[in-house]
């Protein structure tokens, strides 16, 4: 049996297909690529109780992942990461089945290790010795430190304003970093230059094919947690929107596997804040791609994309799946960040706390349904972001001093 069923690239708007050897960013076309397997073979040779008896991490389906040979692999522990029913907050909201699954475990710390793994492990299948990207923090810190374990060289380039731990995460790695005054759009635009004058690999959001197969590993791990049963709804804070685009990626294949109970799909959402929201204005307005959001500005910096390259992917995946699109206010996301913390343990990031902010309101609206299946993604951990709570002043005690109360 294979160790990958990778079978080739194929264009995300025009289909053409391409031979998976060759290293590619995007199709001449200018869309992103995607990775096909042969799911056919992969039917007759796989079965979802296997899944249970192999290692705690993602690469328990590297039938479904591209990477070809177990020695390329580059990995720090990633995957498996837990689903927390939130008890507390599901009462609250009138949900009976609330769920969080907690990327803030990941190694570095959030959700961009899965892509990074596994963007980094085909990297070094396929030869590559440097890469460059553009960075909003996390995914500039999981693809700089698993490029150190690779052996691989890294440049990163990030807006000034990105949470300075995530810089230091890179210079600890031994990346070349370099800061802009701007947004990641203008971060962008350098590494696109750079890769094209140097000869560099650009892993940019959707501008490589291999970023999304770690991220739909997140789909695939919530399928099994609920015995491959999908859950009625699941929520996704959203900027260059690859995580949402991978999990639609997974419950496809899963589906055509025969593996999702009565084949059926959940509802994808699409969270943004309102302060960057060009997916949600797009949904709302019936278009099939999303316009540049000028002067973008949130306190999740992390979901702060004015304009993804795979928009129309998302604006699919919502729609096929009976989904929706939606922002909520920064002040809604403090309110839950600080919620979820004083409630339930959890420090979220505040990306993470968006989804709750968007539970509240589809809850409350009607749109989520009492007796549904809810899955929130919390992106990372909040202590990434220190500076989105004030410590306030805390009484100072002298030694020998009684604890009030």
């Known amino acids: 049996m294979a160790y990958s069923y990778l079978s080739h690239l194929e264009c995300s708007k025009c289909t053409k297909a391409y031979d998976a050897s060759q290293v590619l960013n995007q199709c001449a076309c200018g869309a992103p690529l995607l990775v096909r397997y042969d799911l056919e073979l992969a039917m007759r040779h796989l079965r979802p109780h296997e899944m249970a008896r192999r290692s705690g991490s993602l690469w328990r389906y590297h039938e479904l992942l591209p990477v070809q040979k177990a020695d390329n692999i580059v990995t720090l522990g990633e995957g498996m990461t837990p689903m927390l029913p939130l008890v507390k907050t599901g009462d609250y909201l009138g949900l009976n089945h609330l769920y969080l699954k907690d990327e803030g475990l990941m190694p570095t710390g959030s959700f961009k290790a ?183 500005l949130t306190i999740a910096f992390g979901i702060t994309v004015p304009k993804a390259l795979g928009d129309f992917l998302v604006l699919e995946a919502i729609r096929e799946t009976n989904g929706c699109a939606l922002s909520v206010t920064d002040e809604e996301i403090l309110h839950w960040q600080r919620r979820l913390a004083r409630e339930e343990g959890l420090f979220v990031c505040p990306e993470g706390a968006a989804t709750a902010a968007a539970a509240a309101r589809l809850a409350a609206d009607g749109w ?33 001093d009684e604890l009030p109360g």
């Not at 793994?117 to 995914?139: C, D, F, Y």
């Not at 990434?384 to 030694?399: Q, S, W």
């Open 114 to 296: 899965r892509g990074a793994a596994v963007g980094i492990s085909r990297a070094k299948e396929l030869g590559i010795h440097t890469i460059t990207m553009p960075t909003n923090g996390n995914a500039g810190a999981a693809w700089a430190l698993y490029a150190a374990r690779a052996g691989i060289r890294a440049s990163i380039v990030m807006p000034e304003d990105a949470p300075e731990i995530t810089r230091r995460e890179c210079i600890a790695s031994g990346a070349d970093v370099h800061l802009v005054q701007g947004l990641i759009s203008d971060a962008g635009r350098i590494t696109n230059t750079a890769a094209a004058e140097k000869g560099w690999f650009d892993t940019s959001t959707m501008n490589e094919p291999y970023r999304l197969e770690g991220k739909k590993t997140m789909g695939f791990e919530i399928a099994e947690y609920f015995a491959w049963d999908a859950p009625d709804v699941i929520l996704y804070p959203t900027g260059g929107g690859v995580g949402l685009i991978g999990i639609y990626k997974a419950m496809l294949e899963l589906r055509s596997l025969g593996w999702l109970e009565g084949g059926r799909m959940p509802r994808l959402v699409a969270v943004q804040a309102a302060g960057c929201a060009p997916i949600v204005q797009a949904y709302k307005q019936g278009k099939t791609e999303s316009e540049f959001w000028p002067d973008a």
């Open 368 to 400: 989520i349904a009492h007796g549904e299946r809810v899955v929130l993604l919390n992106t990372g951990t909040g202590l990434k972001y220190p500076n989105t709570f004030e410590m306030g002043n805390a009484p100072v005690l002298e030694p020998g």
